[in-house]
């Protein structure tokens, strides 16, 4: 499985950004799709993540801010991220829940400045 993310760039404070990974396989296989972010110098995290069913979660950080969705024809989630802070900058990665070693992309950074 390849997962592609994509739409990471610059943006101001209070700023928006959409983000898009797009899956190899048929997404509607996978139950759990997930975002993750690895802030510079810091551990990867988790951010959000949807179920098959459209069930959503999400970190305490970034609740009422992103929003995570998933269009299964299109094997396609997506992330949106609103009112973004400086402390959202990192690199963000899709993944399943629980996260497979081998489907980690390369990600797409998102830098906020203040």
């Known amino acids: 499985v390849q997962l592609q993310a994509s739409g990471g760039g610059f943006v101001q404070a209070g700023g928006s950004l959409r983000l898009s990974c797009v899956a190899s396989?048929?997404?509607?296989?996978?139950?759990?799709m997930g975002w993750y972010r690895r802030a510079p110098g810091k551990q990867r995290e988790y951010v959000a993540h949807?179920?098959?069913?459209?069930?959503?979660n999400y970190a305490d950080s970034v609740r009422g801010r992103f929003t995570i969705s998933r269009d299964n024809a299109k094997n396609t989630v997506y992330l949106q991220m609103n009112s973004l802070k400086p402390d959202d900058t990192a690199v963000y990665y899709c993944?399943?829940?629980?996260?497979?070693?081998?489907?980690w992309g390369q990600g797409t950074l998102v830098t906020v400045s203040s």
């Open positions: 993944n399943t829940v629980p996260t497979r070693a081998n489907y």
């Open positions: 949807c179920t098959r069913e459209g069930v959503t």
């Open positions: 396989v048929n997404l509607f296989s996978i139950n759990i």
